[in-house]
């Protein structure tokens, strides 16, 4: 009887079944010598089985026939039939029978039949000897002969290596990086040069040319800064002869304030920053921006990452009391990436808070183990992970670091000095206010004289209280106290079945124990601070990779490894493992300095690479993943705006505040029901409105504009902004028809488009019978608007376009040149050149 | 989705990546099977796509009914609610087993009945309230669905669980997810339109495309003026739209040439003559005028009641878009900011609702099926969940999760079904119990859709509309 014939016949399930059932057991391997593979298939393929298909009804809510199969202990005893599991004998199970419906008595699960493969999982499990790991759970790490549990790599008895065996602790990332010796052939280049040449070489392949200085310094500025060069930053680095001429160029870049705006955007979208807090109301949150500007200052001071982490997670617990420095207050300011989730005020509305928090708690976890790990501790809610060696008890012992969180936006961050000074000056109109009152009681509300005179005081009252001032405030948080709320595992992710209680405790695989936590102050529970540190340190295997690997895909576009959020099994390997983890050691021991890595990486020839030249004659697809070439990128989509504005010379400067709100399509509004209730003047003051500014105050920096959760900005819309929900690792950018309609129709386009032509055409009238003045204005657009002189053939086609359209814009007498211009510069703005970096 | 996921990462930078790495070892044999499904190609994201099966339906118009309409007043017959009007909620039905909260303690413990007469329609005898006799017309059309719960009693988060799968915003929407899966059939049009004057609660994250490509973004097509915004230039440009692009063009294809392999440059040329060709496709399905009066009237176009010829204009169009391959069209029947959500005076919340909806929807129904586009098209009429049989206010009905109405007709669903039960007072779901995973379970397979093999990549996850593998079953009965 042929097997195969059966695997590919659907209907001879049957058969299948028994075939399986009557097979030899001898084909199936004995429980201890493969072990940890029973138990890895156990916890991949058999567990959620189990749990999707029959634990909802013979489980800890029901136990229908008295069975319960969520533990190994339940599933032997069996329920009123008898034992649903005799390991090693599936024709003995009852489960096996029930599953199979060959009994028409015992058919299971009653509604629908497993499929045809859920079928043989659960049959062969039982046949290869039923191996069961009970749930991960808070308790597992527990001590239970005295001796202490060691990591998964070292000691058996570590929960990771009970449930999933050995098989996931090869993953690449769980190792320390290690800076292995440079290529000695190669000792004379740039250490980034040396691993990125060893490897090319091997494929018989070189580096390609050195890009010209043009496209060196337009990619440059707009890689660490997000704006294009201006005409005289290009002229002075393509005529600056000294041989330092590129260093001189890196150091100016990594100094401008512009640096910090365009890192700090990057940052913004792995936190999921926004200005508001979503759902129905997606209320204004109007202290937000200051965790903005906070970032920008950190990256313009080249805080150190380990810092820049320490005070994001848990600033609050390094200050004791009134901030004494500005760099005090920062910290406190920092912990309002705590509060960078959506938030549903509406929720207590109809008694939701339970699910609330629990959605804040969930949202905090899975964050902070991507922005900071590469880890995906949102696979681990509901099930253990399904790739990774991490439990579901780990989501929940990260949770635990959380749980005391308390939004706060009643701390001062005024510095001691300063509220010191508020409090004189209040003090000083309390007791003014307090002279005027005493009048005030004196006086007879009865007698008609006294009447004015009270009108007067009472008015002078409220004029004095409104002289008090008030000390600066941030969207922070802090903990509730010394203690917090127990966390639960909770089964299957549901907030209301909670399971075993947890303490917070960093990944199983590494410490399976408690996490060692600093005794309580008074205010806090100090599990952020022990969290922060154990991320922020040189000995934890993902920080520094994960940082130096975001960095890296800034610079050529995609990430040595190219999932930057995810370093688990599903995520992509690094393609060049040794200079991921050179670089990660090297970040570390020069201080987790993110310029001094910026210039690392611009600074080796691997990045001045031209993108394009050399193309021909090689194989692109072994080339570039091989960074034997440059990488083109499309802006993204605050840097396309922002390099319109600047080409065309409206930009205005702003480097910090509160965010900008651009005027917004009437329709757009009245189409939001939070907003429109706003515009009635029915939101309770609770600010779900849209507040435009004036349009010249709206031409800024896009990192300064206001990030509505329910209503992004259409223009930046278009190009692939993220969403604010989750942490964004890499833009998309896609290519649609939408934003070609935005580009090219929308009116701020064809205001940047005029406010271009008007830059070009300066103090000149604009004679297209002059050729030379003709010729004059092209050369300025390109050289405005690309960064380069126009070739010759583009320069007749430019002449020829203002010459036709000149005439087709005949109606407008004296303005069709200028009309013809604006044309060019419309066109000029929607080119593949201005859109896409080389 | 995971291989042409890749793909499309890989050419968007222009970095060929060769490594297969992990995904090999770690096949499961769910990855295997999506290795069968047709690939993607990032320059035609909306090139129309295999689904996993022979599909029952080729499109989908969604009627959103924003606000939550009260079912039991409009369809699900109760006449024990009639009978009990006034009286306190019955002792057997007052016990809270709901995990979602709220909804009583804004109620006053007392059952309201609807004012309307209720009489029987069409051959199956279905009754329907007076507020639909329109909608009565085509009882025998529709597949009721008359146990339906959600999982949240907050509008926004509802709203995000009927249209993406997910209470919590930041899925893509179900209208994504199709075109992502089968791309469309115009490829001049966007693959997923929406309709609306007041969009749902918690804003565009209602139609987001989320992780998946912005190809997949839902479109707002507008119901009077330009149909897409941004559709065309303004006037003084309208005249040199084409030879600017033109010029535009010939630069981009001297760029592209000197930069081989990098499709993205390719793509964004493509993307700018499809923007064109755009141009005129959308504004022909804007022109009203072309449908011949008898249509106009049937749809309400010209009614009295400014409402109705709206939501007429947007049934309207929705089937010009269809008729023209779009493959997913969504409307959003609020004027304002109140739609059915009648917590005080439900009566006039109806009423108006009704008014404004029940003509129109019932004359796209007969449009589709005169034209033998119904047994294609898929629609569904929906809200995010339905509303309290106890008073809440003044004569206003509460959210209510726990159990109510939805519809859908035509795409091979069986006409004239009711499947599942509230119970006696209309307040929970009692029989064939549905979550909303199993309604989009329910739409996808119709479209021919395995709802598990529909999935992308997302931060190291399977990411789908229906959550976890295998975790709903198509609504049972809705085929036959």
């Known amino acids: 009887m042929g097997v195969k014939r059966y695997l590919f016949d659907s209907n001879a399930v049957t058969s299948l079944i028994l075939f399986i059932l009557f097979l030899n057991c001898s084909f199936a391997v004995g429980p201890s010598a493969r072990a940890d593979e029973q138990i890895a298939n156990f916890a991949k393929n058999v567990r959620p089985l189990l749990e999707a298909k029959c634990v909802s009804c013979h489980g800890p809510e029901k136990q229908e026939g008295g069975l319960r199969l969520d533990s190994a202990t339940t599933a032997a005893k069996g329920g009123t039939l008898g034992p649903a599991v005799v390991p090693g004998d599936a024709e003995h199970s009852l489960l096996v029978k029930a599953i199979t419906f060959l009994d028409p008595d015992l058919q299971m699960p009653p509604k629908q039949k497993l499929s045809d493969r859920e079928i043989t999982i659960l049959t062969e499990w039982v046949n290869s000897g039923a191996a069961w790991s009970d749930a991960a759970t808070g308790h597992d790490h527990r001590v239970d002969d005295g001796s202490p549990i060691d990591d998964a790599f070292s000691d058996e008895r570590n929960p990771v290596r009970r449930v999933f065996g050995s098989e996931r602790l090869d993953l690449w990332s769980l190792r320390k990086p290690v800076a292995v010796p440079l290529p000695p052939e190669f000792s004379n280049l740039h250490p980034i040069d040396s691993f990125v040449l060893e490897r090319l070489r091997n494929a018989g392949l070189e580096f390609s040319t050195e890009a010209d200085r043009r496209t060196l310094i337009r990619r440059l500025t707009l890689d660490l800064t997000g704006l294009p060069p201006t005409s005289d930053e290009m002229a002075a680095f393509v005529h600056d002869k000294s041989p330092d001429a590129y260093e001189t160029l890196v150091d100016r870049l990594l100094s401008s304030p512009h640096y910090g705006e365009r890192q700090a955007r990057l940052w913004l979208d792995v936190v999921r920053y926004a200005d508001t807090n979503g759902y129905e109301r997606d209320e204004f949150r109007p202290l937000a921006w200051q965790y903005r500007d906070y970032v920008i200052r950190a ?540 | 989705m995971i291989h042409q996921q890749r793909r499309t990462f890989l050419t968007q930078t222009g970095a060929g990546f060769a490594s297969v790495a992990l995904s090999a070892l770690l096949a499961d044999s769910l990855k295997a099977e999506t290795a069968k499904q047709q690939t993607m190609d990032p320059l035609q994201p909306l090139a129309e796509r295999l689904p996993h099966f022979a599909p029952k339906a080729k499109r989908v118009i969604f009627l959103f009914q924003y606000g939550g309409p009260s079912t039991f007043d409009l369809l699900d017959y109760k006449p024990d609610l009639i009978r009990l009007h006034g009286q306190p909620v019955p002792a057997s039905l007052r016990a809270n087993p709901d995990k979602v909260g709220g909804v009583f303690n804004h109620c006053k413990d007392e059952l309201m009945a609807g004012p309307w007469r209720w009489s029987r329609h069409g051959q199956s005898g279905q009754w329907v309230s007076e507020l639909l006799p329109h909608t009565a017309l085509h009882i025998d059309e529709l597949c009721q669905v008359r146990s339906m719960y959600s999982e949240s009693s907050n509008h926004a988060p509802a709203t995000y669980l009927m249209n993406t799968g997910a209470i919590l915003s930041g899925k893509p929407s179900l209208g994504s997810w199709v075109t992502y899966g089968l791309g469309s059939l115009n490829q001049n049009l966007p693959g997923f339109v929406l309709l609306y004057k007041v969009g749902g609660l918690g804003g565009s994250a209602n139609w987001s495309n989320s992780f998946l490509p912005a190809a997949f973004q839902g479109t707002q097509f507008r119901h009077e003026g330009s149909p897409v915004l941004n559709l065309q230039p303004p006037q003084e440009f309208a005249g040199v739209q084409r030879s600017t692009l033109d010029f535009a063009q010939t630069l981009n294809r001297k760029h592209a040439a000197a930069r081989p392999g990098v499709l993205d440059l390719d793509g964004r040329i493509a993307s700018y003559e499809l923007a064109y060709r755009m141009q005129s496709e959308a504004l022909d399905i804007g022109e009203l005028s072309l449908e011949t009066r008898e249509t106009q009237d049937a749809y309400g176009l010209h009614d009295d009641n400014k409402d109705k010829a709206l939501f007429g204009r947007m049934c309207l169009l929705s089937r010009r878009l269809v008729e023209k391959g779009v493959r997913f069209v969504q409307l959003y029947n609020a004027v304002d900011k109140l739609g059915w959500d009648g917590h005080d005076n439900n009566t006039d919340y109806n009423t108006r609702n009704a008014a404004q909806t029940d003509q129109p929807i019932a004359a796209l129904l007969t449009d589709l099926k005169q034209r033998g586009l119904l047994d294609t098209t898929l629609v569904i009429w929906a809200g995010e969940f339905g509303r309290t049989p106890m008073m809440q206010g003044n004569g206003g009905r509460n959210h209510n999760p726990y159990g ?77």
């Open chain 1, 299 to 838: 990256f313009n001071q080249d805080k150190p990452f380990d810092q820049f982490i320490r005070e994001q997670l848990a600033g609050d617990e390094l200050v004791e009391g009134t901030p004494e420095t500005t760099a005090e207050a920062d910290m406190l300011i920092a912990t309002g990436f705590l509060r960078l989730g959506q938030w549903d005020s509406t929720a207590s509305i109809f008694q939701e808070e339970d699910r609330l928090r629990a959605e804040m708690m969930s949202d905090l976890t899975n964050t902070t183990a991507s922005a900071f790990l590469g880890m995906t501790m949102s696979c681990c809610q509901c099930h253990d992970h399904k790739y990774d060696p991490l439990l579901q008890a780990d989501h929940y012992r990260f949770r635990a670091f959380f749980a005391g969180v308390t939004p706060r936006d009643d701390l001062a961050i005024s510095l001691a000095n300063e509220q010191a000074e508020i409090d004189r000056h209040n003090a000083g109109v309390d007791q003014q206010i307090t002279s005027v009152k005493s009048e005030l009681e004196s006086l007879d509300s009865n007698q008609s004289e006294s009447t004015q005179r009270i009108e007067e005081l009472t008015t002078r009252v409220a004029e004095l209280e409104a002289t008090k001032l008030a000390p600066g405030m941030a969207m922070a948080a802090t903990d509730s106290g010394p203690t917090a709320p127990a966390i639960h595992v909770l089964y299957q992710g549901d907030f209301s079945s909670p399971r075993e209680e947890v303490s917070p405790g960093f990944v199983s695989l590494f410490t399976p124990g408690p996490a060692d936590i600093d005794p309580p102050r008074d205010n806090t529970t100090g599990r952020r601070l022990a969290l922060a540190n154990w991320i922020a340190s040189a000995d934890n295997p993902w920080t520094a990779r994960v940082l130096v690997n975001r960095i890296w895909q800034q610079h050529f576009g995609i990430g040595l490894v190219a999932t930057p959020n995810d370093f688990g099994y599903s995520g992509e390997r690094p393609t060049h493992p040794e200079l991921l983890d050179w670089l990660a050691v090297e970040f570390i021991e020069r201080g987790w300095s993110i310029k001094e890595l910026h210039r690392l990486i611009v600074t080796s020839a691997t990045y001045r690479q031209s993108s394009f030249e050399d193309s021909s004659g090689t194989d692109l697809s072994a080339r570039r993943p091989l960074y034997g070439m440059q990488n083109v990128r499309r802006l993204d989509a605050e840097t396309l705006r922002d390099s319109l504005l600047a080409v065309s010379g409206l930009l205005q400067p702003h480097d910090a505040g509160k965010p900008v709100w651009p005027p917004m399509e009437d329709e757009l509004l009245q189409a939001q029901p939070a907003v429109l209730e706003a515009i009635e003047g029915k939101d309770g003051g609770r600010m779900q409105g849209w507040y435009p500014d004036s349009i010249e105050a709206t031409d800024v920096r896009s990192v300064f504009l206001v990030r509505k959760r329910c209503l992004p900005i259409p223009f930046l819309q278009a190009f692939d902004l993220p969403e604010t929900t989750v942490s964004c690792a890499r833009r998309d950018t896609t290519v649609v028809a939408p934003q070609a309609l935005m580009l090219l129709n929308s009116p701020d386009s064809v205001r940047y488009a005029q406010a271009l032509a008007d830059r070009v055409q300066g103090e000149q009238t604009i004679d297209l019978d002059d050729a030379v003045g003709s010729g004059r204005l092209v050369e300025t657009l390109f050289d405005t608007a690309l960064n380069r002189s126009p070739t010759g053939d583009e320069l007749q086609l430019s002449i020829e376009f203002l010459q036709r359209h000149r005439v087709q814009h005949q109606d407008a007498g004296a303005e069709a040149g200028r009309l013809a211009l604006v044309d060019l510069c419309r066109a000029m703005l929607n080119l593949n050149e201005f859109a896409y970096i080389d």
């Open chain 2, 404 to 480: 109510f109405t939805i519809w859908l007709a035509g795409g091979g669903v069986r006409a004239g079904a009711v499947i599942g039960a509230t119970d006696e007072i209309g307040l929970r779901a009692a029989e064939e119990i549905q979550p909303v995973k199993n309604l989009h379970a329910t739409i996808l397979t119709a479209l021919g859709l395995n709802p598990d093999d529909l999935f992308s990549e997302h931060n190291g996850r399977q990411e789908r509309l229906t959550g976890v593998a295998k975790s709903w079953e198509t609504i049972p009965g809705v085929f036959g």
